[in-house]
């Protein structure tokens, strides 16, 4: 997605910094721990359970050390499924890769490790050829897998990765949306040739729509002026429907597949269930017309994880292009994989859409900081509802720890996108 904020990233420096506010470095203020080379945050030493979460005032601090690096002050972040994953070492070996080309040949290790994909919070420090930011700059972004994530005090990102925050929202709201955002935009855009030129219409069918990644994706797309078809479980359909879903069918029921193939053919399917999902979705959509089948459900990182970085990756890009020549051959259909990619400028599109009410936050509960097991611990549940947000300074303090059952947004009674905000108040 175009921005213009894309040209200052690509241009020379001179070129960039006419016309721009320069972002003088800033040290961390004698109050911060950052002064004093440690933070605060929740860090894992070995993976496993939610038992391996421990909290920990010693962690060392992240700082600018790229002339492109925005350190931020973490205000709030969220859960997501791959947080959990990664708790439990999913992806560890590629990750471990991009942190550390080294650590092939051994004797390094990523822990402790801090997890956490989401950030809203307030520029503190920046590089010298940092242009779009300055200290005090409300932001909000999304944290790549390999770098040490948001559950702290503070977070080091680059400049490209990093958004102004809209100005609708609050801190805790804003950190529902950059991964399920990024995800999305990388899964509907570049992986299924949508975009707001050409969406217009198109019929678009999401499995699994109710977590973050889903409503966000509802949005989206009716925000574009697509045609929109989920699947849930009965209890989120005023949800969903809240969101805008044109069509809402219960995945529990017994004919689910079968009301599917009754209505017209799609253009593009998201899958964020996999599994059993494919052998049936991919009749679901038009034959030889462009339709293209998104998975977000890759074994790729399972497969390093399990065999290793090059008889993992041969697997995994052999069931890929089986798959997809598979459905080529047969119906003409595009199968093709989605993936988490932070985007800075992506972000800067989205921001316009929230502030003027075409995207709310969808947060089904939010914790303090101190509570982030329990955070955890209510994303394993499951049956999600939107995000598992973390309050990780206290600005927000006098809103509810917990989902109220009693709310439009348990309840169904939703009016449409743009009348009132989704999250818990």
């Not at 470095?25 to 038992?51: F, K």
């Not at 959509?285 to 390093?304: A, E, F, M, N």
């Not at 970085?309 to 989605?338: D, E, H, P, T």
Request: charged fraction near 20%; glycine fraction near 10%.
């Amino acid at each position: 997605m175009a921005s213009a904020r894309l040209f200052n990233m690509l241009a020379p420096r001179w070129c960039r910094a006419l016309g721009k506010r320069a972002c003088f470095r800033r040290h961390l203020s004698g109050s911060s721990r950052g002064t004093q080379g440690s933070m605060s945050a929740w860090v894992i030493d070995e993976y496993g359970t939610n038992a391996v979460l421990r909290y920990a005032e010693d962690v060392p601090a992240p700082a600018v050390s790229s002339p492109t690096d925005v350190l931020v002050q973490v205000c709030a972040t969220s859960l997501n499924p791959l947080d959990l994953s990664m708790r439990g070492g999913y992806g560890a070996t590629l990750l471990n890769l991009r942190r550390d080309p080294l650590s092939l040949l051994g004797g390094s290790s990523e822990f402790p490790l801090v997890l956490g994909r989401d950030v809203s919070g307030v520029v503190v420090d920046c590089g010298v050829e940092v242009t779009h930011f300055g200290p005090g700059d409300e932001v909000w972004a999304a944290v790549p897998p390999w770098k040490q994530g948001s559950l702290a005090e503070f977070v080091s990102l680059s400049e490209y990765e990093v958004s102004h925050k809209p100005q609708s929202l609050s801190h805790i709201e804003a950190a529902s949306i950059p991964y399920v955002a990024n995800t999305a935009l990388s899964a509907l855009v570049n992986a299924g040739g949508l975009c707001e030129e050409t969406a217009h219409n198109k019929r678009v069918l999401i499995t699994g729509a109710s977590g973050g990644v889903g409503t966000f994706s509802i949005q989206l797309l009716k925000a574009w002026g697509a045609h929109v078809t989920v699947t849930c479980s009965h209890n989120a359909e005023g949800l969903v429907r809240g969101l805008g879903a044109d069509e809402v069918v219960d995945y529990t029921a017994g004919d689910a597949e079968q009301r599917l193939e009754a209505m017209d053919r799609f253009d593009v399917i998201l899958d964020n269930v996999g599994g059993e999902t494919e052998q049936w979705a991919l009749t679901l959509l038009k034959s030889w017309s462009g339709s293209k089948y998104v998975t977000l459900v890759t074994p790729l990182l399972s497969s390093t994880d399990h065999m290793g970085m090059l008889s993992g990756g041969i697997q995994a890009g052999c069931s890929l292009n089986n798959k997809a020549l598979q459905s080529l051959l047969s119906s003409g259909v595009f199968y093709r994989w989605g993936f988490y990619a932070p985007d800075g400028p992506a972000l800067d599109d989205i921001r316009t859409l929230v502030d003027s009410g075409k995207i709310l936050p969808v947060v089904e509960a939010h914790f303090p900081f101190s509570q982030v097991p329990q955070a955890f611990l209510k994303l394993e549940q499951g049956h999600a509802r939107g995000k598992t947000v973390v309050r990780v300074t206290e600005e927000d303090s006098s809103q509810k720890d917990a989902l109220d059952l009693s709310s439009p947004i348990a309840s169904g009674d939703m009016e449409p996108p743009g009348n009132r905000s989704y999250s818990q108040q």
